[in-house]
C-alpha cells in the first residue's frame, strides 16, 4: 500500500469508522485506491506544470513541485476528503460580557 492508500485508510478510520467497518478487505480497498490516486495526481500534475519559461533551473523545479502540491491537494479531495461526513458545525461563540449588559 502506497502512502496515499495509507492516508485514505488512517481518514476513513479517523473520521467515518462506521464505513470503515462496513469494508470487507481494507489492505485491498486502500491498496487498489492508493494507485489510483497516484495515476490521477500524476495526470493532473501534467496538466498544472507550466512550460518551461525564461526563469532560472531552481526557480523552475519550484514551479513544478508546486504544481504536484496541488495536484495532490485536488485528488486528495476529490476521492477522500469530499466522501467523508460533514463536520458538525462549530458552535457561535459566547456573547461577550459588554453585549449581556446592553
Do not use: C
Not at 486502500?30 to 525564461?54: C, H, K, M, N, V
Request: charged share 30%; net charge negative; proline share 9%.
Amino acid at each position: 500500500m502506497n502512502e496515499h492508500g495509507r492516508h485514505a485508510m488512517e481518514t476513513m478510520k479517523n473520521h467515518d469508522p462506521e464505513s470503515f467497518a462496513q469494508i470487507a478487505d481494507p489492505e485491498t480497498h486502500f491498496s487498489t485506491l492508493g494507485r489510483e490516486i497516484q495515476d490521477r495526481i500524476w495526470a493532473l500534475s501534467e496538466d498544472l506544470i507550466p512550460p518551461r519559461g525564461q526563469e532560472n533551473p531552481l526557480e523552475y523545479v519550484g514551479l513544478v513541485n508546486m504544481a504536484k502540491l496541488r495536484a495532490r491537494e485536488i485528488v486528495y479531495q476529490e476521492m477522500i476528503y469530499d466522501g467523508l461526513p460533514q463536520e458538525p458545525e462549530e458552535m457561535e461563540p459566547a456573547p461577550s460580557q459588554q453585549d449581556e449588559q446592553n
